[in-house]
Structure formats: structure tokens, C-alpha cells
């Protein structure tokens, strides 16, 4: 599955952005989906996910009741909303993907910087 993350930007404190995943290659509606960011200087890190098998998602501590992750099968694109971002959201976003195991396929990700 190829995938390409879009949607970032240059935003401030306190505002929303939505990022998108576009899928394409294999049956997306089967995979997992995730989202990663890597701050500056950082490794990158997981942000959250959503399973393919329910549309349950789960989300790291750090962005939990700001951040939401969607996904719509039939347009094959996961998204991420986040809510009320602070400085420390600054980072690529990496969107991923899995059948099974690790978080085999990447996109390429993209730039959300967050200005105080």
C-alpha cells in the first residue's frame, strides 16, 4: 500500500488541523492506520491509531481528548483532527499502515508547526 500524508501547516497555539492519508495499492479498508510525528531532534513516536477490524481507535496519553482519528474506506483516507495544538505538537506527522505485526508501509509525511 502506498500512502501520502497532507494537510499540515504552520498554525498557532490553541487552533485546529486536520490532516489526511491517502491510501492506494491494496485493499485499504483491511489495515490498521496510525499516525507518528517526530519532533525536531526527536525519534519519532506514535500519536494514535484506528483498527480496521471495529474503527476502534487508541491514542498516546499526550493527545488524548484533542487529537481524533476517522478513517472513510470508500475515499481510502484516514484523518487526523487536532484540537486545541500546542507548541510541543510541533513535528512531521507519519502516517502508517499494517495488516498485521509492525507498522510495515509509510507515508512521507508532514509538517505541522505550532507557533505560541
Known amino acids: 500500500v502506498q500512502l501520502q500524508a497532507s494537510g499540515g501547516g504552520l498554525v498557532q497555539a490553541g487552533d485546529s488541523l486536520r490532516l489526511s492519508c491517502s491510501a492506494s495499492?491494496?485493499?485499504?479498508?483491511?489495515?490498521?492506520m496510525a499516525w507518528f510525528r517526530q519532533a525536531p531532534g526527536k525519534e519519532r513516536v506514535f500519536v494514535g491509531a484506528i483498527r480496521w477490524s471495529d474503527g476502534s481507535t487508541y491514542y498516546v496519553d499526550s493527545v488524548k481528548g484533542r487529537f481524533t482519528i476517522s478513517r472513510d474506506n470508500a475515499k481510502n483516507t484516514v484523518y487526523l483532527q487536532m484540537n486545541s495544538l500546542k507548541p510541543e505538537d510541533t513535528a512531521v506527522y507519519y502516517c502508517?499502515?499494517?495488516?498485521?505485526?509492525?507498522?510495515?508501509?509509510w507515508g512521507q509525511g508532514t509538517l505541522v508547526t505550532v507557533s505560541s
Open positions: 495499492g491494496h485493499t485499504f479498508s483491511s489495515y490498521d
Open positions: 502508517a499502515a499494517k495488516r498485521t505485526g509492525s507498522w510495515g508501509y
